[in-house]
């Protein structure tokens, strides 16, 4: 978002911040879903009070038909100057709600898989003090799973254990869900430039808010599944996003494990791989050789091999066992909230 359409927003109601509540926004990227986009907006309930549409370079003009068709004056259009995908519009209104002091930023897409009546669902916990980011998960009902398309169902499940290890939210599911919601003190401290501005975004932000220890709680809901049209193939990016989360894993595993902090963890993750290695690379060029050779190999070469592979393997699932204990349980927002507020803070 340019500084020129940021000074051109409107200035939000002041009504909330007069009664003392929380000021919420929706934030809705604009691709190609004018058929649904002014349905979506017209279901967004009264305690919303501004929805920012950004139109991400959309070839169908989104932004202009919404500021034509759509009378609510709770709507502000954003517009990216080029196509920056989903993450990138996200980020422009994510700004955008930032500088205006809102409180709670949703996160709803425009083709009408997501029920707006569902809003509070994910603005609630963050609005008690039980998370800082909530999102969705369609898993939950296994009957309403039976709606969902078979592809897409297989390639969700691979998409969330490989979001698991790379993210360290371990109890999350469903890591592609786009209908999301953060607290304020939370996106602002984003590295809004580092991170996916495309199909990864939903991922890869997990792996931020988890530098952040922001706590993060998965949402039950169920998906609509209508006329509309997902630009995102599953079975296209499983490749590309391997390779990411491979990164995000170590660059998690370094800043929260060496960088940070140590613990026995950090010692039981390269032992357990050393050894690992070793005993694999031992034993295959000794069975390789007993092959060549027609001589068997001895019992205790055979446990040189073997120990190394099954004492790597348990150090290995005892480092697993202390990330799986070390997810996020303290909200970031209200640790920022009490620092802002410690007598003395600021002198």
Avoid at 58 to 81: A, F, H, I, K, M
Avoid at 250 to 262: A, E, I, P, S
Wanted: aromatic share 10%; net charge neutral; with cysteine.
């Amino acid at each position: 978002m340019t500084g020129q359409q940021q000074q051109n927003l409107p200035s939000a109601s002041s009504q909330n911040a007069a009664e003392g509540q929380s000021r919420i926004a929706v934030v809705i990227p604009s691709y190609k879903v004018i058929a649904h986009i002014l349905g979506v907006i017209a279901e967004i309930g009264p305690e919303v009070e501004r929805i920012y549409v950004v139109d991400d370079c959309c070839p169908e003009g989104s932004g202009s038909y919404v500021e034509q068709n759509c009378t609510d004056p709770r709507v502000v259009v954003l517009r990216n100057p080029e196509n920056q995908g989903v993450g990138g519009a996200v980020m422009t209104g994510y700004q955008a709600a930032v500088s205006e002091g809102i409180d709670v930023i949703v996160k709803i897409d425009g083709d009408g898989q997501m029920d707006p009546g569902l809003l509070m669902n994910f603005v609630t916990p963050i609005l008690e003090g039980a998370a800082d980011y909530t999102k969705g998960n369609r898993f939950y009902d296994l009957e309403e799973i039976r709606a969902m398309p078979r592809i897409r169902l297989f390639g969700n499940a691979v998409l969330s254990f490989m979001t698991k290890f790379s993210s360290g939210y371990w109890d999350l599911f469903d890591p592609t869900n786009g209908y999301t919601a953060i607290h304020r003190d939370v996106a602002r401290h984003l590295p809004f430039g580092k991170i996916s501005r495309r199909y990864f975004f939903e991922t890869d932000i997990l792996f931020r808010l988890n530098t952040l220890r922001a706590v993060v709680v998965d949402v039950p809901m169920d998906a609509k599944y209508g006329d509309e049209v997902s630009n995102l193939k599953i079975s296209k990016i499983v490749g590309e996003f391997l390779a990411k989360h491979v990164r995000n894993f170590g660059k998690r595993v370094f800043y929260n494990y060496y960088l940070r902090d140590m613990s026995l963890a950090s010692l039981e993750l390269p032992v357990g791989v050393l050894m690992l290695i070793w005993g694999v690379l031992f034993g295959a060029s000794h069975w390789a050789s007993s092959i060549y050779t027609g001589v068997a190999n001895s019992a205790g070469t055979v446990m040189l091999s073997a120990l190394p592979i099954f004492l790597g393997i348990q150090f290995i699932l005892a480092f697993l066992g202390q990330d799986i204990a070390s997810v996020p349980r303290r909200p970031f927002h209200l640790s920022r909230l009490k620092s802002k507020t410690k007598p003395g803070a600021g002198r």
